[in-house]
């Protein structure tokens, strides 16, 4: 089952992206892209929500509606 999860990105004076989340506690991801952001998130919070699963305290989120607005990031 797929959930939504918002994250807060955000490009450092470094270069750097971070990505962080109100959803998940202890959600932080950084990349040099975009790209490489979201996908260290997405593994980040799968390991976090799998942890807070063995410990038997799921997180709650909204449910994957049947439509929902995505931004969808492109280089042009």
Do not use: C, W
């Amino acid at each position: 089952m797929e959930k939504i999860i918002t994250l807060h990105i955000e490009k450092l004076p470094e270069g750097v992206y971070l990505a962080t989340s109100d959803d998940i506690n202890g959600l932080v991801a950084q990349g040099r892209t975009l790209t490489e952001t979201l996908e260290i998130a997405r593994d980040v919070a799968k390991k976090l929500l799998d942890a807070q699963t063995e410990r038997h305290n799921p997180i709650q989120f909204k449910a994957v509606e049947n439509t929902f607005d995505y931004p969808l990031v492109i280089g042009v």
